[in-house]
């Protein structure tokens, strides 16, 4: 009992993190339509960053936090300015293209600012230690802060989405960006805008990976769980890609418990993948998304 | 478009490929520059970059075949070059085959993985696919390293050099020999595949699959059987970079190279055989270009870091994909046919 509750509460600690950068994908792809497969890219880039502002800039904690947003602000903008309004109405093969083209651009900044391999990671800002509740489970308080820090996000996410003007012409040019549009919204401020956020939750994303495995390339193989996790949840759905990103989490971590014995190990970094390739075959559209029907 | 005073009198004439004494000209320069003096005087490092070029220029042809004519996208074709290149290092190191009977089987194998990978495409399209394609990047190499009773797991798989009687193919000339046949004869097929019927499907199927399949085409059918092509140039390319390396080990066949041989087919030019070429030898040159002018730069500016080489590539190769997608969508092989048209008609304005 013990061994199962412990891989639920693990899968769900790392599950948020994976929600929460499906997130960002789930955001831009909904505003804009495209998927954006920079995403890993920008997550590791967050995660150098904030660890840069930190630990080598020695700058306060607000301070930093306020140069992360200045620095999603920015690189939202170049973004959607250079690289993906030239290519409106280009096949979809394009923007795909564009945004792999893009990972490789931030990938190459990274190793040129900070070369070499990995960097530990240990920030004044995260508890450390270890909680046990009764004998059904153990928890780093690490992990447990990162979960906390992904709920609230998620909370902000929703009443931004809910209560606020800018979140409801989020939902309106998501909907029909022509009639978004007659409705007097700027749509094109809306699209930064959804680039913004979705890198500002990449960069948390990224910095609680960090936290837990250092800044280096493991990051970005962690944010890569972010794909199955859209997919699982539906692409069109923001509750799908949270719900998607904790059922990730807790079925990778079941699945490699029990039966990483019988394969030697090493399940943890498959399954995500073998759950993605069973959900394309049976449910294509994943738990919350559209089902596309076509008609001539 | 034809020069003027070009007639095609019969059927044979009007689907030949090479068509006027000046294309036969060019051709015979062609293979007098890449049978006599390419192999003779240029020096081993260059000759290891041209058959470099070679293999990749075969998978990108693949690729292209898939991804250029049917529109599928594919982002785990070093996966497939994986299978294939395991495929042929086992056979030959396990079983002690010769080279001539690994390699077909390596097509096979890899055409096979091809085929169970491309069977999403029957319900999925778009990035759904290159989300399944991308399962396939990281599922057949995470089984290659964890099978290590067959594949030697991450030390590595060894592969023996071919033999041709007597002759063991393993200095550069050899293999660019060798190499040289079978890029020709991959050209030759996927130009040749690309007039036939599937052709012709599957280019229907890119430009609209509804249409495509009201106009009787068999969809899945045609979808699988580019799959299969795609992947089974990927294992012929697999197996020749196995024996050409003498070792593979499963690192080589990342996301990142994937990623690059898209790059390739885009920057050469979707759905053109030309352009494969062109792909491969400009965005390989730009890497070269790169690794010879780093170690200058950092000669001049010590403060510039050792892995500015990685850094710059991988910058270098993203900014010209995206100048290309966003300024010439139909790659150089469009430019290629602009400027034959116009050298055609030089020094004439019209």
């Known amino acids: 009992m013990e061994f199962l509750t412990q891989l639920i509460v693990a899968g769900l600690m790392s599950g948020a993190v994976y929600g929460l950068m499906a997130v960002g994908i789930i955001l ?63 096949p ?22 900070w070369p070499g391999l990995g960097r530990v990671y240990q920030p004044a800002f995260m508890p450390t230690g270890v909680i046990r509740a009764g004998n059904l489970v153990t928890i780093s308080i690490n992990q447990l802060a990162s979960f906390v820090v992904c709920l609230v996000a998620f909370g902000i996410f929703t009443y931004f989405f809910q209560r606020t003007r800018i979140g409801l012409a989020m939902r309106a040019t998501a909907e029909d960006q022509q009639l978004a549009r007659s409705f007097g919204i700027k749509v094109e401020r809306v699209l930064a805008i959804s680039w913004v956020i979705a890198i500002i939750t990449a ?81 294509p559209y994943g738990l919350f998304g559209y089902e596309r029907i076509e008609r001539i | 478009m034809r020069p003027c005073g070009t007639f095609d009198e019969d059927y044979r004439h009007d689907m030949a490929i090479i068509r006027t004494r000046f294309q036969w000209i060019m051709l015979g320069l062609l293979l007098v520059t890449l049978l006599a003096i390419f192999p003779y005087f240029l020096s081993d490092y260059v000759l290891s970059t041209i058959n470099v070029i070679f293999i990749t220029i075969i998978v990108v042809l693949g690729l292209n075949i898939l991804t250029g004519y049917t529109g599928q996208i594919s982002i785990g074709q070093a996966a497939f070059v994986g299978v294939g290149a395991y495929a042929s290092a086992v056979l030959s190191t396990r079983l002690g085959l010769p080279f001539w009977i690994c390699l077909p089987f390596a097509i096979l194998v890899a055409a096979l993985i091809g085929l169970i990978f491309g069977l999403p495409s029957l319900k999925l399209k778009g990035f759904y696919l290159a989300m399944s394609t991308l399962a396939a990047q990281y599922v057949i190499p995470w089984i ?21 009687g007597d002759l063991v193919i393993n200095s550069e000339r050899e293999w660019y020999y060798l190499l040289l046949i079978f890029v020709t004869v991959g050209i030759f097929f996927a130009k040749n595949i690309a007039r036939t019927k599937p052709g012709r499907a599957f280019v229907a199927i890119r430009d609209n699959d509804l249409a495509a399949e009201i106009m009787g085409i068999n969809i899945f059918g045609y979808k699988i ?43 050469g030019g979707m759905g053109s055989i030309v ?40 910058i270098g190769f993203g900014l010209v994909v995206l100048l290309f997608l966003i300024f010439e969508p139909r790659g150089l092989a469009h430019r290629w046919e602009l400027l034959k048209n116009s050298m055609r008609i030089w020094p004439m304005p019209y």
């Not at chain 1, 339509?33 to 502002?53: D, P, Q, R």
């Not at chain 2, 070269?288 to 002018?293: H, S």
Request: charged residues 5%; hydrophobic residues 60%; aromatic residues 10%.
């Open chain 1, 28 to 90: 831009v792809y909904k505003s804009s339509g495209i998927f954006n497969f920079a995403h890993t890219a920008i997550v590791v880039m967050g995660a150098f960053v904030f660890w840069a502002l930190i630990t080598q800039l020695h700058l306060p904690f607000w301070l930093a936090v306020v140069l992360l947003l200045i620095w999603s602000l920015i690189l939202g903008f170049l973004i959607q300015r250079l690289a993906l309004r030239p290519l409106i109405g280009q």
């Open chain 1, 203 to 283: 960069a948390i994303g990224g910095i609680l990976t960090a936290c837990l495995y250092g800044v280096n390339p493991i990051v970005s193989e962690v944010a890569i769980y972010a794909f199955p996790a859209v997919i699982f949840g539906g692409l069109e759905s923001i509750t799908g890609g949270v719900i998607g990103g904790l059922a990730l989490g807790v079925l990778q971590n079941i699945g490699a418990g029990y039966l990483d014995p019988f394969v030697g190990g090493g399940l943890k970094e498959l399954a995500p993948y073998i759950i993605l390739l069973l959900v394309l075959i049976f449910k």
């Open chain 2, 225 to 267: 059987l580019s799959f299969i092509i795609c992947s089974a140039y990927a294992g012929l390319a697999g197996s020749l970079l196995a024996h050409y390396q003498g070792m593979v080990v499963a690192e080589q066949f990342s996301l990142m190279s994937s990623i690059w041989y898209l790059g390739m087919v885009i920057v």
């Open chain 2, 275 to 314: 352009g494969t070429i062109f792909g491969v030898v400009v965005i390989r040159g730009l890497r070269e270009l790169v690794m010879i002018t780093t170690p200058m730069l950092t000669t001049i500016f010590p403060v510039l870091k050792e892995s500015l080489g990685a850094a710059m590539t991988s």
């Open chain 1, 92 to 113: 979809i093969l394009a923007a795909i293209m564009a945004t792999l083209a893009l990972a490789e651009i931030l990938n190459g900044i990274v190793t040129l600012i």
């Open chain 2, 144 to 164: 290659i390293i964890h099978t290590p009773s067959i594949t030697f797991g991450i030390n590595g798989c060894p592969a023996a050099s071919p033999r041709l």
